[in-house]
């Protein structure tokens, strides 16, 4: 009964700190959704190459009450896109679209900018720069290009 008791105490505190953990995360985890970045502001960038030194990115919308992801970025033609992959099931991209203002942190930088949903891009074309910095896309380079992606051309923040 005592080891009970002992099981039951550590269940529940464990329960406690990660529900507090939650009520005060900040920048996001892997796939765990996260609320305001963390990190010193910058001026938008005039060039976002330097976005192929890093993986994956973070970024942020709703700017009442923020909400931030971790995602991929990579450049096509000289503007920095994100995709989200089923777009449609994903809460950030429906905010975005909303609300245009994110913020996005780069590594330990943040920058203030806007997102713009685009549809009028060929898949193909755009695929083949992200391929260019993640292998596993170039590996899929000749299959159809999934489904329900939503794709944002970043850009400076109006306003």
């Given at each position: 009964?005592?080891?009970?008791?002992?099981?039951g105490s550590v269940v529940g505190l464990v329960?406690?700190?990660?529900?507090?953990?939650?009520?005060?995360?900040?920048?996001?985890?892997?796939?765990?959704?996260?609320?305001?970045?963390?990190?010193?502001?910058?001026?938008?960038?005039?060039?976002?190459?330097?976005?192929?030194?890093?993986?994956?990115?973070?970024?942020?919308?709703?700017?009442?009450?923020?909400?931030?992801?971790?995602?991929?970025?990579?450049?096509?033609?000289?503007?920095?896109?994100?995709?989200?992959?089923?777009?449609?099931?994903?809460?950030?991209?429906?905010?975005?679209?909303?609300?245009?203002?994110?913020?996005?942190?780069?590594?330990?930088?943040?920058?203030?900018?806007?997102?713009?949903?685009v549809t009028d891009l060929e898949p193909r074309?755009?695929?083949?720069?992200a391929a260019k910095k993640y292998e596993r896309?170039?590996?899929?380079?000749?299959?159809?290009?999934?489904?329900?992606?939503?794709?944002?051309?970043?850009?400076?923040?109006?306003?």
């Amino acid at each position: 009964m005592k080891i009970l008791r002992v099981i039951g105490s550590v269940v529940g505190l464990v329960v406690v700190v990660a529900g507090l953990a939650w009520l005060f995360r900040g920048d996001p985890m892997g796939p765990v959704a996260g609320r305001q970045l963390s990190g010193a502001e910058f001026a938008y960038p005039a060039d976002w190459g330097f976005t192929d030194e890093h993986f994956t990115i973070a970024v942020e919308s709703r700017p009442e009450d923020p909400h931030s992801v971790t995602t991929i970025c990579f450049v096509h033609e000289g503007e920095l896109y994100v995709p989200a992959q089923s777009g449609t099931e994903k809460k950030w991209t429906h905010y975005v679209v909303e609300d245009p203002r994110v913020r996005l942190k780069v590594g330990d930088r943040v920058y203030p900018a806007s997102a713009v949903r685009v549809t009028d891009l060929e898949p193909r074309a755009v695929l083949a720069s992200a391929a260019k910095k993640y292998e596993r896309m170039a590996e899929r380079m000749d299959e159809d290009p999934p489904g329900d992606i939503w794709l944002f051309r970043i850009g400076p923040r109006k306003g």
